[in-house]
């Protein structure tokens, strides 16, 4: 109902802005010249007409607006899709659906093969003239034979009483269908049953299968008689009476052919392959499927008016399903009912609000992490991951040792030694962690070593020749290398843990970075340089105080470049391995086609670059707010 | 004493084809302590160079400059320099601008502060000691370049074209602040100004320097800056004197000009 009313506010949100936007354009007309920048400027209304209509698209083709306003349509469609199905196998046979009649088909596929026999038979000189003109005679035997089953004249008068009642039957349930009161009384069980069915959408059982109204009961009872119907048509054989007896001539004469006998091996193995092919296509008029179309004609009659009828009791469902169900329609499977077309690979927004806030929730999770949750843990374990083990070893001295009576004396080097595997009681303080952490922290740790080192060297390069000479060729040759194509090796000698991804990262925003900073340094004034040396700065001073500063314009652009490159790269190598992040999650939503899990990946993903580029603007009109000006 | 001695300086550029480009040919002077001195010539005939190498930026291939009783061999405080655009850092305030020199040299932060307060005062800054230096006018921030300058007590100011980008009258202005910093503090000034009128006003002394090579053609002695001081400048522009000694330079200028433009065309 929400969605209702959101999809018209959407919708009125669109119209109106359009319209206001137009009355502005009007009362503003003031430049007669078209290319003044000052028109770009402003407009939040076309902000809202935008964003508004994405809204509405998304809510319509993923089918949620429809969703929203006929709650019910999915369940009706769901049973009119069960009696498509149930009738699916009679019309396969007729050109209902299909463009010819099965029957058409198969002689088309049966006399090609006959005509290959033929072909085949005619090049076989190995055998002997007997031989060929026998198994000649068998193969012209086997065509009169497929033949005679599209003629009225030789059809078994059972099958066409048989093909006459299933016709009957099916102009029966016209009627039936036709007639308001079927079928009958409802059971109160079942339909306390189908009342109970969870909704549209709330569970993984997309639609809700067992028939909740009265449109839909006449359809669902109508698709087990169907159903039923199609069976006993699918026993109809045409090949008894003269069928049967040309048939059994056939078989008899074919597996009467000596294949053994009087004959060297090859000769032998020619005779086989020929008869084997000969029994399989034998097999294949011996299905019966062939019937005279004046014969089926009835049957065939009978389905059309099946067809109109339930498409009449259809009534308003079938503009609900061309209107609210765009590019699709729902079908029916073995045991339940699912979407097909928009919506189905585009998830509703309300279903995937749903799935983002399930994620959301740090008890639920996704493969046994939450995507952003804290967890309390002791401080020393945050010193354990900074303070490297081996500092322990430079302190002079041994480690302690228990004496006789199993008492430790602890010393210096000992206690160091606690202090840098964390073992020491400290108090608990909350740590965030979680999908959405670890790739956030991956692309920061990243990022800032890609600083770290990027920086001096950039600033060093930009500075001195030598710097310059030595790093440019190294840099340049791995640069233009896609991240991703060292994925596979730095993942290989790292392992799949952050160590791999953070030093993968750390090459992406390394090259960036040492390219801005060097650009900064080389793009500093020669005058304040000289000013700064006349007034009496040494060299590290002017790094620090004048070339540092006058760089930072394109460290900041290098880092909000970064930034981008890095978190693309990143979820790439979360998806090549990786046991947690954002992209691990969506890569496991991909196998299991879990789409509204996809598009809360992606929507969390546009979110966080959103908030990122977001930061590095107040970041850079904070730090340099002279650039430009200068 | 601190005066300033040229003893045939000779810069020699070669050009990246292999040429060779004579700058300056056996430039000698001096220049005693306390003289304002203003350098004149056509583009190109080696007055930034000569300042460069006086601030100690490039080094002469040929002869050196003294300041008192050392070479000049690098850049150094002694030597103040003004740049043509004020070469200001935008990144720090006025104040951090102008405190820049005392606190590369880590001294006391309240004299500094002090100290920075007094010259906003001379420039004609004071209040504006927090202000960017990105926000202030052409003007503004070339007072901002001489506070910086002056504050850290240089024996010789160079300013390589100081006033160049300002409007008229802005430049008047400044032109008499230059000169009272000058009467004041007594320090040694040396100007390089491509506006003959500049150069005579703020020119105790003045060289005419001739191009190809960088030479000192002409030097006049000139009662115009001693009289400013005082003066109003705009009565000394108006002075007959005034008048026949910037003819005098104009068309001794001019003629070099023509003199380079026929090299040019001849070539």
Same mark, same amino acid.
């Given at each position: 109902?929400?969605?209702?009313?959101?999809?018209?506010?959407?919708?009125?949100?669109?119209?109106?802005?359009?319209?206001?936007? *137009?009355?502005?354009?009007?009362?503003?007309?003031?430049?007669?010249?078209?290319?003044?920048?000052?028109?770009?400027?402003?407009?939040?209304?076309?902000?809202?007409?935008?964003?508004?209509?994405?809204?509405?698209?998304?809510?319509?083709?993923?089918?949620?607006?429809?969703?929203?306003?006929?709650?019910?349509?999915?369940?009706?469609?769901?049973?009119?899709?069960?009696?498509?199905?149930?009738?699916?196998?009679?019309?396969?046979?007729?050109?209902?659906?299909?463009?010819?009649?099965?029957?058409?088909?198969?002689?088309?596929?049966?006399?090609?093969?006959?005509?290959?026999?033929?072909?085949?038979?005619?090049?076989?000189?190995?055998?002997?003239?007997?031989?060929?003109?026998?198994?000649?005679?068998?193969?012209?035997?086997?065509?009169?034979?497929?033949?005679?089953?599209?003629?009225?004249?030789?059809?078994?008068?059972?099958?066409?009483?048989?093909?006459?009642?299933?016709?009957?039957?099916?102009?029966?349930?016209?009627?039936?269908?036709?007639?308001?009161?079927?079928?009958?009384?409802?059971?109160?069980?079942?339909?306390?049953?189908?009342?109970?069915?969870?909704?549209?959408?709330?569970?993984?059982?997309?639609?809700?299968?067992?028939?909740?109204?009265?449109?839909?009961?006449?359809?669902?009872?109508?698709?087990?008689?169907?159903?039923?119907?199609?069976?006993?048509?699918?026993?109809?054989?045409?090949?008894?009476?003269?069928?049967?007896?040309?048939?059994?001539?056939?078989?008899?004469?074919?597996?009467?052919?000596?294949?053994?006998?009087?004959?060297?091996?090859?000769?032998?193995?020619?005779?086989?392959?020929?008869?084997?092919?000969?029994?399989?296509?034998?097999?294949?008029?011996?299905?019966?499927?062939?019937?005279?179309?004046?014969?089926?004609?009835?049957?065939?009659?009978?389905?059309?008016?099946?067809?109109?009828?339930?498409?009449?009791?259809?009534?308003?469902?079938?503009?609900?399903?061309?209107?609210?169900?765009?590019?699709?329609?729902?079908?029916?499977?073995?045991?339940?009912?699912?979407?097909?077309?928009?919506?189905?690979?585009?998830?509703?927004?309300?279903?995937?609000?749903?799935?983002?806030?399930?994620?959301?929730?740090?008890?639920?999770?996704?493969?046994?992490?939450?995507?952003?949750?804290?967890?309390?843990?002791?401080?020393?374990?945050?010193?354990?991951?900074?303070?490297?083990?081996?500092?322990?070893?430079?302190?002079?001295?041994?480690?302690?040792?228990?004496?006789?009576?199993?008492?430790?004396?602890?010393?210096?080097?000992?206690?160091?030694?606690?202090?840098?595997?964390?073992?020491?009681?400290?108090?608990?303080?909350?740590?965030?962690?979680?999908?959405?952490?670890?790739?956030?922290?991956?692309?920061?740790?990243?990022?800032?070593?890609?600083?770290?080192?990027?920086?001096?060297?950039?600033?060093?390069?930009?500075?001195?020749?030598?710097?310059?000479?030595?790093?440019?060729?190294?840099?340049?040759?791995?640069?233009?290398?896609?991240?991703?194509?060292?994925?596979?090796?730095?993942?290989?000698?790292?392992?799949?843990?952050?160590?791999?991804?953070?030093?993968?990262?750390?090459?992406?925003? =390394?090259?960036?970075?040492?390219?801005?900073?060097?650009?900064?340094?080389?793009?500093?004034?020669?005058?304040?340089?000289?000013?700064?040396?006349?007034?009496?700065?040494?060299?590290?001073?002017?790094?620090?105080?004048?070339?540092?500063?006058?760089?930072?314009?394109?460290?900041?652009?290098?880092?909000?470049?970064?930034?981008?490159?890095?978190?693309?790269?990143?979820?790439?190598?979360?998806?090549?391995?990786?046991?947690?992040?954002?992209?691990?999650?969506?890569?496991?939503?991909?196998?299991?086609?879990?789409?509204?899990?996809?598009?809360?990946?992606?929507?969390?993903?546009?979110?966080?670059?959103?908030?990122?580029?977001?930061?590095?603007?107040?970041?850079?009109?904070?730090?340099?707010?002279?650039?430009?000006?200068? | 004493?601190?005066?300033?001695?040229?003893?045939?300086?000779?810069?020699?550029?070669?050009?990246?084809?292999?040429?060779?480009?004579?700058?300056?040919?056996?430039?000698?002077?001096?220049?005693?302590?306390?003289?304002?001195?203003?350098?004149?010539?056509?583009?190109?005939?080696?007055?930034?160079?000569?300042?460069?190498?006086?601030?100690?930026?490039?080094?002469?291939?040929?002869?050196?400059?003294?300041?008192?009783?050392?070479?000049?061999?690098?850049?150094?405080?002694?030597?103040?320099?003004?740049?043509?655009?004020?070469?200001? =850092?935008?990144?720090?305030?006025?104040?951090?601008?102008?405190?820049?020199?005392?606190?590369?040299?880590?001294?006391?932060?309240?004299?500094?502060?002090?100290?920075?307060?007094?010259?906003?005062?001379?420039?004609?800054?004071?209040?504006?000691?927090?202000?960017?230096?990105?926000?202030?006018?052409?003007?503004?921030?070339?007072?901002?370049?001489?506070?910086?300058?002056?504050?850290?007590?240089?024996?010789?100011?160079?300013?390589?074209?100081?006033?160049?980008?300002?409007?008229?009258?802005?430049?008047?202005?400044?032109?008499?602040?230059?000169?009272?910093?000058?009467?004041?503090?007594?320090?040694?000034?040396?100007?390089?100004?491509?506006?003959?009128?500049?150069?005579?006003?703020?020119?105790?002394?003045?060289?005419?320097?001739?191009?190809?090579?960088? *030479?000192?053609?002409?030097?006049?002695?000139?009662?115009?800056?001693?009289?400013?001081?005082?003066?109003?400048?705009?009565?000394?522009?108006?002075?007959?004197?005034?008048?026949?000694?910037?003819?005098?330079?104009?068309?001794?200028?001019?003629?070099?000009?023509?003199?380079?433009?026929?090299?040019?065309?001849?070539?």
């Amino acid at each position: 109902m929400i969605i209702g009313i959101l999809f018209i506010a959407l919708l009125a949100a669109v119209i109106w802005s359009i319209f206001h936007g *137009r009355k502005v354009l009007r009362t503003e007309k003031s430049d007669a010249v078209f290319g003044n920048p000052e028109r770009a400027l402003g407009g939040w209304h076309w902000v809202v007409a935008g964003v508004s209509s994405v809204m509405v698209l998304w809510l319509y083709f993923s089918w949620d607006a429809g969703r929203s306003y006929f709650p019910q349509a999915a369940n009706e469609m769901c049973q009119v899709a069960k009696l498509n199905r149930s009738a699916n196998p009679i019309r396969a046979a007729f050109p209902l659906d299909n463009r010819q009649l099965r029957g058409t088909q198969l002689l088309q596929r049966d006399g090609l093969q006959i005509a290959l026999m033929n072909q085949r038979l005619a090049a076989a000189e190995l055998l002997s003239e007997a031989d060929r003109t026998e198994l000649q005679a068998i193969i012209n035997d086997m065509e009169s034979a497929m033949n005679a089953q599209a003629s009225p004249e030789f059809i078994d008068p059972t099958i066409e009483g048989q093909l006459n009642g299933i016709a009957d039957r099916i102009n029966q349930l016209s009627d039936k269908m036709a007639d308001d009161a079927y079928p009958g009384p409802a059971d109160p069980a079942q339909m306390e049953k189908a009342l109970a069915q969870p909704g549209w959408g709330e569970t993984n059982v997309e639609i809700p299968p067992l028939a909740e109204t009265e449109r839909g009961r006449k359809f669902d009872a109508a698709s087990l008689e169907m159903e039923a119907i199609a069976k006993d048509f699918g026993k109809i054989r045409n090949n008894t009476g003269a069928i049967k007896a040309k048939l059994d001539a056939l078989k008899e004469r074919y597996e009467g052919f000596a294949i053994e006998g009087g004959a060297d091996a090859a000769v032998v193995a020619e005779r086989k392959a020929l008869i084997r092919q000969i029994d399989k296509i034998y097999k294949r008029i011996d299905d019966g499927k062939i019937f005279p179309p004046s014969i089926t004609q009835q049957v065939e009659d009978a389905l059309i008016t099946l067809d109109d009828t339930q498409k009449s009791q259809q009534g308003t469902l079938r503009i609900i399903d061309a209107l609210a169900m765009p590019g699709g329609t729902i079908i029916a499977g073995n045991s339940a009912c699912s979407e097909q077309g928009s919506g189905r690979w585009l998830p509703k927004p309300s279903d995937t609000w749903k799935t983002l806030t399930r994620l959301a929730d740090p008890d639920i999770g996704f493969k046994d992490a939450p995507l952003l949750w804290y967890k309390m843990t002791p401080l020393a374990g945050i010193a354990d991951y900074f303070v490297p083990d081996w500092v322990a070893d430079l302190i002079p001295g041994e480690y302690p040792r228990h004496d006789d009576n199993g008492q430790i004396q602890m010393n210096l080097k000992g206690e160091v030694y606690n202090i840098a595997t964390g073992n020491y009681p400290s108090p608990m303080i909350p740590v965030p962690m979680g999908h959405v952490w670890d790739s956030l922290l991956r692309v920061l740790a990243g990022l800032f070593f890609g600083i770290l080192f990027g920086v001096p060297l950039g600033l060093a390069m930009g500075l001195s020749r030598f710097f310059k000479g030595f790093f440019d060729p190294l840099i340049e040759l791995y640069r233009p290398i896609p991240p991703l194509a060292w994925a596979p090796l730095i993942l290989t000698i790292f392992g799949i843990q952050d160590d791999g991804k953070i030093f993968l990262l750390f090459m992406v925003a =390394f090259a960036i970075m040492v390219i801005s900073a060097r650009t900064g340094a080389t793009g500093t004034h020669l005058s304040k340089i000289h000013a700064a040396h006349s007034l009496g700065a040494s060299k590290g001073q002017i790094i620090r105080r004048v070339i540092l500063p006058n760089s930072l314009p394109e460290i900041l652009t290098g880092i909000r470049i970064a930034i981008g490159v890095c978190w693309g790269t990143l979820v790439a190598a979360e998806m090549l391995a990786g046991t947690t992040g954002i992209g691990f999650v969506e890569n496991v939503a991909r196998k299991q086609s879990d789409y509204e899990i996809i598009w809360t990946t992606i929507i969390i993903m546009g979110l966080l670059g959103l908030l990122f580029d977001v930061l590095m603007r107040w970041v850079i009109n904070k730090t340099i707010p002279w650039r430009g000006k200068g | 004493m601190s005066d300033l001695i040229a003893d045939k300086v000779n810069m020699v550029f070669t050009t990246p084809t292999g040429g060779k480009v004579h700058a300056l040919k056996d430039v000698s002077f001096t220049l005693k302590e306390g003289e304002l001195l203003s350098v004149l010539g056509p583009s190109g005939c080696g007055k930034t160079t000569l300042l460069n190498i006086i601030a100690g930026f490039n080094r002469p291939t040929g002869g050196a400059f003294y300041l008192g009783d050392h070479e000049i061999s690098g850049p150094d405080t002694e030597r103040g320099m003004v740049f043509q655009q004020g070469a200001l =850092f935008e990144w720090l305030t006025v104040a951090e601008n102008v405190n820049f020199g005392l606190r590369m040299k880590k001294a006391n932060k309240k004299e500094t502060a002090r100290k920075v307060e007094e010259w906003l005062e001379i420039v004609g800054l004071q209040g504006f000691g927090d202000t960017p230096t990105y926000q202030l006018s052409g003007g503004m921030q070339q007072r901002v370049a001489l506070a910086r300058c002056l504050i850290n007590d240089p024996d010789l100011i160079l300013m390589d074209e100081p006033l160049g980008a300002l409007d008229a009258l802005t430049r008047e202005k400044m032109q008499s602040l230059v000169l009272k910093i000058w009467k004041e503090t007594g320090k040694t000034i040396m100007i390089i100004t491509h506006s003959v009128e500049e150069a005579l006003l703020l020119g105790e002394r003045l060289f005419v320097m001739a191009p190809r090579p960088g *030479r000192l053609h002409k030097e006049y002695r000139l009662p115009f800056a001693e009289k400013g001081v005082d003066g109003d400048m705009r009565d000394i522009k108006n002075s007959a004197e005034f008048a026949q000694v910037r003819e005098e330079i104009l068309t001794m200028i001019w003629d070099m000009e023509e003199e380079i433009m026929g090299k040019a065309e001849a070539a």
